[in-house]
């Protein structure tokens, strides 16, 4: 018994340890983003050894943010880009609402079709429905380019979310399992209350599955928001412009083709932080998901 005492705290700190090593690769690049974002230019690259940035300074986030004083010596050193980040900020949190709050409304629908409703085909209507994760994104682009493109939607909100406003294979797969685990009693006890299927779904079924919901909208939102190749395509005017495309209109002013390292990283480390605040405020309920998803 004293040996497998002696073992079993040597497990856990090699558990630990590996925990460890796997946040500090995990966290490694966005320290490594942090650091160049608060470095001056100038001395950027004879730091680059070191953990800590030489002579921090907050003047990349103020000229991201437009809040440089234009009389700054160091706005005449180089031929610094432009950007409209809190433009850019807006189109990106109008995107991703657009793209995903339909997305999780429709696929939550079609999921407890799916889990509870009787109809001819189900089964197989599922099997075609999950068939189409195997088609590579890149194949549907040009189709909806050009159905965007016939719509008269360039440039427009609609045109880049339209392919993502509605229901996911993913989304839909991932909710009918948590449907299913829905105790049958509290629904046939509605049903014997005379409660209908939209009542049930929309007073017991979403509220029962909070977490799940949660974890969802986090999984579409990071991919909403991370979204660069389809807004490219489609919404390029400055109007519309999404923070990832913005970043990339940034990187392309450097003059001389040497990117303003400091000035990405900064608009990358703003960038994160709306992200950053929905990990906190619904990191929680990601895990509760994950939990509620075990062996019962």
Known sequence: MKSNSAR????????????????????????IAVKTAVSDSKTLFSSASSFLPQDPTLFNLQRVLGWANPADPRMERMSYGKID???ALINSVIFTLLAVVPQIAFSAMAAYAFARLQFLGRRLIFFLFLSATMIPGIVLFIPNFVLIKDLGWLNTYQGMAAPYALMTPFAVFFLRQMFLSTPRELEECARIDGASYISIFFRIVLPFHRSALATLTIIASLSAWNEFFWPFLVGRSESVRVMAVAINAFRQQQAGGTPDWSGLMACTVLGMLPIFVLLLLFGRKVVESFQSAGPK
């Open 85 to 87: 980040f809190f433009r």
């Open 8 to 31: 079993l705290p040597l497990a856990r700190w090699c558990g630990y340890a590996i925990l460890a090593l796997f946040a500090i690769i995990s966290l490694g690049p966005i320290l």
